[in-house]
């Protein structure tokens, strides 16, 4: 079976810092690209951030100059590094794995992140 467990969400002020953790179970993490989604109230579910597995980056322009993703092969494990926090940045962070085009796809059960302004 296939999990993935988001933490390190929390509360926190306009300006503030938080690193979200997504710890990989049941894949082969190392070949394995993983991919960061949030969604706010009311509103779909937006990408934020992805790491191929050879760990080439690409973060959305709404987020590009705040939060940074990365990857631990050997802890199985993908963060997102949040900065310069804004209110509009509140929502659940999701993680997501993506083994292939022939593979399916796994979501995480989220974590919420609120920022207060």
């Known amino acids: 079976q296939v999990q993935l467990v988001e933490s390190g969400g929390g509360l926190v002020q306009a300006g503030g810092s938080l690193k979200l953790s997504c710890a990989a179970s049941?894949?082969?993490?190392?070949?394995?690209?993983m991919a960061w989604y949030r969604q706010a109230p009311g509103k779909q579910r937006e990408f934020v951030a992805v790491?191929?597995?050879?760990?080439?980056?690409n973060v959305a322009d709404s987020v590009k100059s705040r939060f940074t993703i990365s990857r631990d092969n050997a802890k199985n494990t993908v963060y997102l590094q949040m900065n310069s926090l804004k209110p509009e940045d509140t929502g659940v962070y999701y993680c997501?794995?993506?083994?292939?085009?022939?593979?399916?796809?796994?979501w995480g059960q989220g974590t919420q992140v609120t920022v207060s302004s």
């Open positions: 049941g894949v082969i993490f190392s070949i394995t690209s």
């Open positions: 997501k794995s993506m083994a292939g085009a022939t593979k399916n796809d796994y």
């Open positions: 790491i191929l597995r050879g760990g080439t980056t």
